[in-house]
């Protein structure tokens, strides 16, 4: 791992990522085969969470545990990061505790930060602008179905949120042909649009029009209309992302067998209906199970480098 962090898809090669995934699948069969596997023996990770998070809680806590090491929840009542102590403080303090750190927050700049003052590897497990852990796993994922990641349709329906500019960074690394479909004024961030574009190794297209955007997908993608932290909007948001709603169909409509994919929490019948979510092409809890291996593989090859 040419970085000490796993803070964006984009700061690791082409090389390095397909490490990551052919680790996962390591671990992913080691975990079903039970086998013994205490990698992180003696080991500690401190978890922060500004922002909650159930799957993100349960897949880093089990999966440490189950690699043999110790996983310490720190909630928001817990530690005010940037509110009650300057970041660089806990960097500092924490790094001499714990061996690996993973932080869930809101503001970006925060986990730069405390990535710049660590002297221990960080994991970023999402903040407002990117999410790279599900994106690793989600792209492990269209490989264990589709047997392949290049070139593949990937159809984001919704906002330009962290999950879509997780996609654009992924889209810098792997050949992707990839559409983000936001209603106008919901696109995602243009000079990362813009990045995505300019290296020249996807396609990336930005749609206002849902039919035409999922012809020929290979994946479906959406996510929540309304994040934790915007559910003020929640309402005039459900009037402007009313016509995005991933339904039969829209599925029907891709001219192939297409996949679903959602990470989850889902507000069913509202941005995908129920039938899509259990339809036999959902693979939405695969795509959930796989956030675990997938996070065990990076701090996997973090601690390689730099234990």
Known sequence: M???????????SKEELWDI???SRIVKSKFHKREDYSVFHNKSLAMIFAKPSARTRVSFETGFEWMG???????????GIGKREAIKDISRVFSRYNDIIMARLFDHEHIIELAKHSSVPIVNGLTDYNHPCQIMADIFTVW???????NTKIVYMGDGNNIVHSWLHLSM???LDFVCCCPEGYE?????VKRAKESGISKITISNDPVSAVNGADVIYTDVWASMGQKEEAEERERVFKNFQVNEKLMSLTGKETLFMHCLPAERDREVTDGVMES???IVFDQAENRMHVQNAIMI???????
């Open 2 to 12: 040419s970085t000490k962090h796993f803070l964006h898809i984009s700061d690791y």
């Open 21 to 23: 995934l052919e680790l």
């Open 69 to 79: 090491g110790h996983a310490l929840f720190l909630g928001p009542n817990d530690i």
């Open 144 to 150: 264990e179905h589709l047997g392949d990641i290049e």
């Open 173 to 175: 690394r792997f050949p």
């Open 188 to 192: 995602p961030d243009a000079e990362l």
């Open 280 to 282: 036999d092409n959902s």
């Open 301 to 307: 090859k973090l601690s390689e480098k730099w234990k």
